[in-house]
T-cell receptor
Framework: DVKVTQSSRYLVKRTGEKVFLECVQD?????MFWYRQDPGLGLRLIYF???????EKGDIPEGYSVSREKKERFSLILESASTNQTSMYLC?????????FGPGTRLTVL | AQTVTQSQPEMSVQEAETVTLSCTYD???????LFWYKQPPSRQMILVIR??????QNATENRFSVNFQKAAKSFSLKISDSQLGDAAMYFC??????????FGQGTRLTINP
């Protein structure tokens, strides 16, 4: 079974802090994704990566950056957290058509 | 740009009954894929069913089936013999380009015992 893990299920940070969300997959997938999930809006793509050190902006990249130094790990970085970044963050990976999701990190920015 | 619309924020059904979740999409692509994902409470999102646009036959996975109407750009999910474990958020999604999934707003399904 594909396993996608995220470093934290719940996270509380203060405005202005730098926040790192980590995602690891164990299936040697080339593609990895970061989404944010908000009620009534579904999932929106923040960034994705199709190879190590490669990244592409999704639909809502403002205020975020990413890092992919190793194939299995994809990090989402909030350079200076703001209250409007309070959300559920989902990581996913894929080697083909189907994306496999992690459990999510619920981030609260105070 | 592709868009996916789920017009039913919430649905409920009696256990053992059948329920249909609606989804419409818009795309300029000629070749694309459609998905239904399920997100149970506090659990990971998992794939329910996938449909290739070039296939005329509707996809089926056990109690889950789709009604794919390509001309109408409609992709509804039918759940037969609903079970308590089917309670979840359901997301319709379309695959844009190489790997970009576009999601609908989601439908929260409640199963009444």
């Amino acid at each position: 079974d594909v396993k996608v893990t995220q470093s934290s299920r719940y996270l509380v940070k203060r405005t202005g802090e730098k926040v790192f969300l980590e995602c690891v997959q164990d299936m040697d997938h080339e593609n990895m994704f970061w989404y944010r999930q908000d009620p009534g809006l579904g999932l929106r793509l923040i960034y994705f990566s199709y190879d190590v050190k490669m990244k592409e902006k999704g639909d809502i990249p403002e205020g975020y950056s990413v890092s992919r130094e190793k194939k299995e790990r994809f990090s989402l970085i909030l350079e200076s957290a703001s209250t409007n970044q309070t959300s559920m963050y989902l990581c996913a990976s894929s080697g083909g058509l189907t994306q496999y999701f992690g459990p999510g990190t619920r981030l609260t920015v105070l | 740009a592709q868009t996916v619309t789920q017009s039913q924020p919430e649905m409920s059904v009696q256990e053992a009954e059948t329920v249909t979740l609606s989804c419409t999409y818009d795309t300029s692509e000629s070749d694309y894929y459609l998905f239904w994902y399920k997100q149970p409470p506090s659990r990971q999102m998992i794939l329910v069913i996938r449909q290739e646009a070039y296939k005329q036959q509707n996809a089926t996975e056990n109690r889950f089936s789709v009604n794919f109407q390509k001309a109408a750009k409609s992709f509804s999910l039918k759940i037969s013999d609903s079970q308590l474990g089917d309670a979840a958020m359901y997301f319709c999604a379309s695959l844009q380009g190489a790997q970009k999934l576009v999601f609908g707003q989601g439908t929260r399904l409640t199963i009444n015992p």
